[in-house]
Structure formats: C-alpha cells, structure tokens
C-alpha cells in the first residue's frame, strides 16, 4: 500500500484545513486508516483513525468535536478535515494504513506540515 498526503499549509488560528491522503496498491488489504501527527521532540500522537470499510471514527480528546475523518471508498482516499485550529495543532501529519490482521499501522505516507499561526 502506498500514501502520498496533501493539504498542509499555513492557516491563522480559528480556520480550518481539509487533509487528503491517497492510498494505491493493495487496499483491499486495509483494515483501518490513521492519521497522526508530530513535532520536534515529540512522539508520534494519535489524531484520528476510520474503518475503511464501514467509516466507523474514533478521535484523540485533544481533536474531538474540531477534527472530522472521513474517507471516499471508491476513490481510495482519506480525508482529515480540521476547524477551529490553534497554535497547538501545529505539526507534521502523517496518514498511515492499518492491515488486516494487523496490531499497529504498517504503511506511512510521506507527511504533511501545518502550521497554525496565532
């Protein structure tokens, strides 16, 4: 499975920002979709993740009710939609495959910057 992500950029706090992430490849072998971000000196964290079949989401507290996690199955892509961003946001964000049968993500796309200005 192969992700390429788009859709970062730089947007003043309050706005919004709509992520994409384009799976090829085997994706019938996709069990769940991620998206997570980090920062210097950070680990890796958990933003959002959907059932690539049935779309059921599951967010981190820190995005609920701001970041929305969709996907168009027929077009085999990912969408991370954010609103309401703050300057805490701010991070490079990767989308990434979980496979069937899989514990953890095993395919990362190349990542994302966005950045939230206050």
């Known amino acids: 499975v192969q992700l390429q992500a788009s859709g970062g950029g730089v947007v003043q706090a309050g706005g919004s920002l709509r992520l994409s992430c384009a799976a090829s490849?085997?994706?019938?072998s996709i069990w769940r979709m991620h998206w997570f971000r980090q920062t210097p000196g950070k680990e890796r964290e958990?933003?959002?993740?959907?059932?690539?079949?049935?779309?059921?989401?599951y967010y981190a507290d820190s995005v609920k009710d701001r970041f929305t996690i969709s996907r168009e199955y027929a077009k085999g892509t990912v969408y991370l939609q954010m609103n309401s961003l703050k300057p805490e946001d701010t991070a490079v964000y990767y989308c990434?495959?979980?496979?069937?049968?899989?514990?953890?993500?095993?395919?990362w796309g190349q990542g994302t910057l966005v950045t939230v200005s206050s």
């Open positions: 958990f933003v959002a993740r959907i059932i690539w079949s049935a779309g059921t989401t």
């Open positions: 490849g085997r994706t019938f």
């Open positions: 990434a495959a979980q496979p069937n049968g899989a514990l953890k993500p095993d395919y």
